[in-house]
């Protein structure tokens, strides 16, 4: 497929817990986000990877969320020592800013719900 | 919070009704952009108008952007009841090297056959 994929698509686990989502985002697209939508919120920004660049992590929530792209293409986000308040749906987009027009459209992948018992 | 608002935040019209929301935000912008998200999960991009354009047209929707009011609107003319979904406008960050999105609250749509 052409889109983006991200795995697990749910995940239960439990308080305490470690747990890792992954995207795979689309090919040749350079920049890579992850956004956490909690229940009946909007987007929240997370992260931000842009080829070979520092990542902006600006918007991780806690020193327990980490995240890493290997090989420029993709993803892990981690979540340590997981909280009930972690519980939400996990979007990755990616896309491939160009030229000219550097915010590019975004494409979402299907997202991971997370939930934290 | 850089966060932009939409109203309404729920809608409940007929099939073949149009179906409008708004959106404001609070910074200057490149371009403004709609998305929609069925059932919680994904998003999927609708259309995206430029901060030199004032209005933009992709089938059935139209947009309309005025920045000195910083804000938008999305009509959604005849709607169909797979036009049941959550829509959210979202504004690129402005300057620096992250082009992560600003989302709005969101409008729920609820079209009713």
């Known amino acids: 497929g052409a889109g983006v994929s991200q795995s697990p698509s749910n995940k239960v686990t439990e308080k305490g817990k470690d747990v890792e989502l992954r995207c795979d985002p689309i090919?040749?697209?350079?920049?890579l986000y992850w956004y956490r939508q909690s229940l009946g919120q909007g987007l929240e920004f997370l992260i931000y990877?842009?080829?070979?660049?520092?990542?902006?992590k600006s918007g991780l929530p806690s020193d327990r969320f980490s995240a890493e792209r290997t090989g420029g293409s993709v993803s892990t986000l981690t979540i340590q020592r997981t909280q009930q308040e972690d519980s939400a749906v996990y979007l990755c987009?990616?896309?491939?800013?160009?030229?000219?027009?550097?915010?590019?459209?975004?494409?979402f992948g299907p997202g991971t719900r997370l939930t934290v018992l | 919070s850089q966060q932009g608002e939409e109203d309404p935040q729920a809608l409940s019209i007929q099939e073949g009704e149009n179906a409008t929301m708004n959106c404001s935000y609070k910074?200057?912008?490149?371009?403004l952009q709609w998305y929609r998200q069925n059932s919680g999960r994904g998003l999927v991009h609708l259309i995206l108008?430029?901060?030199?354009?004032r209005e933009k047209h992709s089938g059935r929707l139209r947009v309309t952007l005025d920045t000195s009011k910083k804000s938008s609107s999305l009509l959604i003319t005849a709607s169909r009841a797979a036009d049941t979904a959550s829509y959210f406008c979202?504004?690129?960050?402005?300057?620096?090297?992250?082009?992560?999105?600003?989302f709005g609250t969101g409008t729920l749509l609820a079209v009713q056959p």
């Open positions: 987009a990616s896309s491939h800013p160009s030229g000219s027009v550097p915010y590019n459209e975004q494409f």
């Open positions: 090919s040749g697209h350079t920049a």
């Open positions: 990877f842009q080829g070979n660049s520092a990542p902006d």
């Open positions: 910074t200057s912008i490149n371009n």
């Open positions: 108008i430029r901060s030199n354009e």
């Open positions: 979202a504004t690129p960050s402005y300057g620096g090297a992250t082009n992560k999105l600003i």
